[in-house]
């Protein structure tokens, strides 16, 4: 039998392409180093910063909802945070938000969750007995 897919693998890869298009999503030329949409809106002076952490928000918000625990989502915010308060400082926080990368980070926070989670999951030809249930006629 092929293996399944994880179940959060699609919500996944949705999000690592949304925090790719905010953190890496074009080349610098000649420097060759990768910047996104953060770092552009960044460049308007608090407005472009308070609209960068609409994703970094989305991003927890659908964490939350795969299941990453409270300690996840306080170093998501903690990330977020970062980036912002940095971020805002006009020149020296746009040249941060380049190598900070929060929405990355975030996402990556969220995979290494979700990978040690499935890695305490039973595989399925390892659960054994009757389906377990507190419903007393599903056992009968």
Do not use: C
Request: hydrophobic share 45%.
């Amino acid at each position: 039998m092929a293996p399944q897919p994880h179940a959060h693998d699609a919500d996944l890869a949705r999000l690592r392409r949304l925090a790719q298009s905010m953190d890496s999503a074009f080349t610098l030329p000649i420097i060759g180093v990768r910047m996104g949409w953060d770092s552009i809106l960044g460049l308007v002076p608090v407005v472009g910063d308070t609209i960068a952490l609409i994703p970094s928000a989305y991003i927890m918000k659908e964490s939350h909802r795969m299941g990453a625990p409270k300690s996840v989502l306080a170093r998501m915010a903690v990330n977020a945070g970062v980036d912002y308060v940095i971020g805002s400082v006009p020149l020296v926080g746009d040249l941060f938000d380049i190598g900070w990368k929060s929405k990355l980070r975030n996402v990556d926070l969220l995979e290494r969750h979700l990978q040690k989670e499935a890695a305490k999951a039973p595989r399925d030809g390892d659960v054994e007995g009757r389906m377990s249930s507190h419903h007393p006629t599903l056992n009968n």
